[in-house]
Structure formats: C-alpha cells, structure tokens
C-alpha cells in the first residue's frame, strides 16, 4: 500500500493536509521534525526491540544514525532545541514518513516506509485535560477525514501503578511488578513467585556468604561479598559494583525474610489486570476491586474518571470505548494514559491511532527534569485503507 | 545460462580442509580449476557441478539470495543473516565439523547472576546505577534479540562487535557478552562464565539447500546426486 502512484500520493497528501488543518485549527503548530536522525538517542530511549526494527547506518564521519521510526522522538528533540530548559508550554503537529523494518508476511498494513500525522503536547500541567484533549483532537481529525467506523481502546498504567502502591508489598516487588508489567507472561510468572517462594533465589546464595548477608547491616554486605570474591579467586570485572551485587543479594536474603505475597492480593492484582470492560462501566469495575482489596485508590480512578468526563464534553463518543488494563503499548516509554482507535476492517494489530503520556522521554533526550507530554499519530496508509474499506459506511 | 548445480564452500583455512575431507569421504573429490589461489573449481566426474570458493563468513549470504544452490557453513550465521531461514533454506546434513556454541556470558564476579531470569532481574538497577540500560556487545545482533525476545527481556542495549568481544566487559564497553565459544577457555581467561540457560545455539557446519536459488530438472538431480552420498 505505499504510495507508489502519483494518485496513491495524491490521496494521502489529501487525507493528511484534512488532519493537519484540523490539528493546527486546534493550536497544534505544524514542525518538521528531521527524518535522519541520531541513532544513540532512539536506542537509548525505545529498547532493543524497536531498535531492530530501525534503520541504522554509519555516515562518512563515523557517526551513527536512523531513519526515524516513529515522530515522537524527532518532535520531542525539536521542542529541546527550541527550549532547552524543556518545561514550556508547547503543541505541534506533524505529517511525514517513518521507517520501521517489517519481518516478511507481515501483510499489507504494515509496510516498511509509511506516514504518520499526529500530533503532541508539552508541559501542560493539567495531565488529564491535556490527556483528553489528545483524544478530542484526534477523533475530530478522523472524522473530518471521513473515518465513521472505528472504536477506540484505553489502558491506564497509572491506575496499575496506584493498585501496587496501596497493596500490601516490599517496593522493590513493586518496582519489579511495574517494570514486567510489559511482559505479560513474566508479569504472571513474578505474581506467582512472590506468593510462592518469594525468598527461593536466595538458596542460591553460596551458603558461607549467605551467613553473613544481613538487610540489616547493608554497610556490611558489601565488604561480604568483596572478601567472598577475593576468597575464591574471582577477580571484579566490568562497570557493575560490587556494591551493586552486594544490594541485589541484600534483597534476596530479605525477600527471604518477608512474609509471601497474600494469595488475596496476587488474585485482585491477576483480575485488574484481567479488566476489559465498557469505557463507562470500567470505573464501576475498578472501584469493586479496590473495595475487595480493602484498598484506596480513589485520587487514581478520580483522575480516570475525571479524564473521561472531559473527552466526553469534548465530542469524544464514550459508547465506541472500551477499557483494557492490560492494554500497555509495545513502545515502553508510555507512563500513563494510553489509547488507540481500531477499524474492524483492519483489525486491533493494525490501529489507525495510537498515542499516550510519556513523561520521560523530554528528559531522556535532553530536559534537565520529567516535562509532562501526550501525543498520538495518526497512520494515514491504514486511515485510507479503512476509508477504502468501506470505513466511512 | 549455465544449467550447473552450484556449490558454495569456505575458500580457505580449516574449515576449507575439513569440507573437502567430507566430501572425499563420499566420493566427491572438490579441486580448484585454474590459477590455485582462484575461486573457481569442480567435482572430479561431475561436470554438471561447479564449485564457488567464498568466504565463510559470506555463504549464508548467497544462499539466502540464491547465488549458490548448495553451500556448506554454519548454523549460526546462517540464523544470524536470515529472519526466516526456514523458509528460505533447507539443512540437508549435519557435517560433523566447525562445532561452536553461540553462548550468553557475564563477568564470573556476577555471582548474583546464574540465569537468564537473574539478567532480566538486574536490568531495572542497572538502570538506576549507571543511567542506561547494559550493554551486551556481540557481532550476534539478530540471534541475540530473538533470544532475549524469546526470554522475555528487551531492557539491554546491543553494542556490535566484530572481534575480541570476551575482552569488551573488562575493557568497560559492554557489560555482557554473546559470542562462539569451543572450550571456554577464552571466556574463563577474561574473567567470563556462561549462564546456565545461556546456550543460545549449538551449531556445526552443515550441507544446505538455497529455496531462492533456480532450481532446474538438471540442477535438482545433481543435488539429489550430492545428498544421496552425503547422507548414504
């Protein structure tokens, strides 16, 4: 479906210059973000598994770079370019190609050279105005295109997060069960292991160390681990510290200690995650739970709630919404509200839309602090193929 | 054009000595045709084959693209320069030579660190300690993601190396290795040791099939000729 002829291109350039129009009415300023970009940025901040998928070369100087595979980032190191300090106020909006490498097979929805129009927005406090905003602007754009069949998906991580803190667990299983939170099967694995045998790892500790290993006495457990090497002739390679061993050996001999994970909470965790629901009735769902965890997550499933109230009043249709908790984007750098807009036609492995909050990435390629930023693009090859389809029955 | 079988073999070193010993021993004597330090040569008695000597390195390459229709080279480059080797080659036989283990190794002073479960474990404090996530320096790219991929962990960043990677992680390049081991030796001599589940693949040279190359009546039957005594 790449636009190889001028009437394909022709198409395109329509249906995007109809989403721009929309998007700059709305106060997104259209920018240009570089399509050759440096690679270092892009690998540090996607993960491996985007960065597979990413053109990569060396040029002349000996410099790496990539055809950018998404406009996220390129418009994030525009607005650090514009204003170093990062935490300004800022919208923009886009239209141009990205690359990604497709495995063959992966059918025609996912070519290798497409475009996307989006938009994104920075520094606005206000997390779930700016969050339904995002929302607002892309749904109007889709139907000015002339997009009527579709639904949309959200997926919360912040509610996630708010469950995790207010059950019964160590932090450091916490911060473990955020960061699985991506792999599912590995998510149900730890779950499991934390109600299980939270301490089995530690067995695995050669005994003389594990003696002398004590959470608490952590200023000691480095110089343990120091003389254990020294003892059996190991000698210290590479960046990573003793001191670092020594922390997640310390953590092992207390998991040891704890006390399991209730099978009680490891369950109600297990149903959030489980919760698909009706965009309307899923706060209902979340509240149930929290009340059968005996915990108060209220301030999150407020600001959820609150953030649907404001897409509703901003044209969003609630009754094309639908819930995922497990709903989490395969890019990792989204830390909260997420969504995505699916034609039947095309089906859910091929969204129109997608988008969400990234609140460390404006760092990550420069910013001095976390700015707070939401954004979405709009694939346009799949927004025609849709409209082709029949999307605009 | 020429309606010749082609096969592909390593154009020097051991492993050049050894594919010619396995084809001896199945009655296929491989010679160098004209100048000896050429890159062309036959099977003695089979003027329907010719014989391309290429670097080992580059076989996998033109049988992926079907510039050879037979090649002999190993498991591991083959899955490293193919996503889908599967479908776009075919292993006729395990020749029995070129063993080596494409392997994960961390520094033996990881004693925390024993599984793949352990490396996936210590990625988000890596993080924190040192800013970013570690780095695996291997010339493995492919290979290595699936095999992170298939063990759930994509929180590493891939640095290519193209020789002396046991020395990357005492050298402070990389903080982990993937690379081809015989013995270990190597590994130990850098203060490196393989993680118990950090088998990635054991490969030997194999005999090997191009899908993409243009297969003839004529072609087909000096394949089935070369597998029937390869595999007798």
């Not at chain 1, 996307?116 to 779930?128: H, M, P, S, V």
């Not at chain 2, 580059?58 to 193919?82: C, F, N, P």
């Amino acid at each position: 479906m790449p636009a190889e002829t001028a009437k394909h291109f022709e198409a395109l350039e329509a249906s995007s210059q109809t989403l721009l129009s929309v998007f700059t009415r709305a106060g997104f300023e259209a920018v240009s973000p570089a399509i050759i970009q440096p690679a270092g940025v892009f690998l540090d901040v996607v993960g491996e598994t985007l960065r597979a998928r990413t053109y990569v070369f060396t040029d002349p100087d000996g410099d790496e770079l990539c055809m950018r595979p998404d406009l996220t980032v390129p418009t994030c190191r525009l607005h650090i370019e514009r204003h170093p300090e990062g935490n300004v106020a800022a919208k923009y909006s886009y239209n141009g190609p990205a690359f990604r490498f497709q495995p063959q097979g992966s059918g025609h929805a996912h070519t290798r050279e497409f475009r996307q129009t989006g938009i994104e927005a920075f520094g606005e406090a206000n997390r779930e105005r700016a969050e339904a905003e995002i929302v607002a602007t892309i749904v109007a754009g889709l139907d000015a295109a002339g997009l009527t069949n579709y639904t949309l998906r959200f997926g919360d991580l912040g509610l996630l997060r708010a469950i995790l803190k207010a059950a019964d667990m160590p932090s450091r299983w916490r911060q473990r069960l955020m960061h699985l939170f991506w792999h599912p099967e590995a998510f149900k694995a730890e779950l499991r292991r934390l109600t299980l045998e939270p301490g089995a790892a530690s067995a695995q500790i050669p005994k003389a160390l594990r003696d002398v290993l004590d959470p608490d006495n952590p200023a000691a457990a480095e110089a343990a681990v120091a003389s254990y090497l020294e003892a059996n002739g190991i000698e210290p390679v590479g960046l990573r510290s003793t001191a670092e061993i020594a922390e997640n050996l310390l953590g092992r001999v207390a998991d040891a200690r704890s006390d399991p994970l209730s099978e009680k909470t490891a369950q109600l965790i297990a149903s959030y995650v489980a919760i698909v629901a009706p965009a309307r009735s899923s706060a209902r769902r979340i509240r149930e739970l929290a009340t059968l965890m005996g915990v108060n997550i209220e301030a999150a499933v407020g600001a959820y709630e609150w953030r649907l109230e404001l897409m509703s009043r901003a044209g969003v249709d609630l009754d094309r919404a639908e819930f995922s908790a497990e709903f989490g984007r395969a890019l990792e750098y989204y830390t909260g509200f997420v969504f995505e807009v699916v034609n039947p036609s095309l089906g859910r492995k091929s969204p129109v839309a997608g988008g969400g909050r990234y609140d460390h990435l404006v760092k990550a390629v420069g910013a001095a602090e976390d700015v707070p930023a939401v954004g979405a693009a709009i694939h346009t090859y799949r927004l025609l193929a849709a409209l082709n389809n029949g999307g605009a029955s | 054009m020429s309606d010749k079988l082609i096969l592909g073999v390593p154009s020097k070193g051991r492993l050049m000595e050894q594919t010619a010993e396995a084809f001896a021993a199945a009655g296929l004597t491989l010679r160098k045709t004209g100048n000896e330090r050429g890159y062309r040569g036959e099977v003695v008695g089979f003027p329907d084959i010719e014989v391309a000597f290429i670097s080992a390195s580059e076989i996998a390459w033109y049988l992926k693209t079907g510039r050879v229709h037979l090649g002999v080279t190993g498991e591991d480059l083959v899955s490293e320069q193919m996503s889908d080797a599967a479908s776009r080659v075919t292993f006729l036989k395990k020749l029995g030579f070129g063993r080596a283990d494409v392997v994960v190794a961390v520094p033996d002073c990881w004693i925390d660190v024993r599984t793949m479960a352990d490396l996936a474990e210590i990625a988000l404090p890596f993080r924190r300690a040192h800013g970013r996530w570690y780095r695996v320096a291997t010339k493995y790219l492919n290979i290595t993601r699936r095999f992170f991929a298939a063990k759930g962990l994509s929180d590493y960043r891939i640095v290519e190396s193209l020789g002396a990677t046991e020395g990357t992680p005492a050298a402070g390049t990389a903080e982990l290795i993937v690379d081809i081991t015989t013995t270990g030796t190597t590994l130990a001599a850098n203060g490196l040791r393989v993680l118990d589940d950090g088998v990635v693949l054991r490969s030997e040279a194999n005999l090997i099939a191009s899908n993409a190359a243009e297969w003839s009546p004529a072609t087909q039957a000096a394949m089935n000729e070369i597998a029937a005594r390869m595999t007798a």
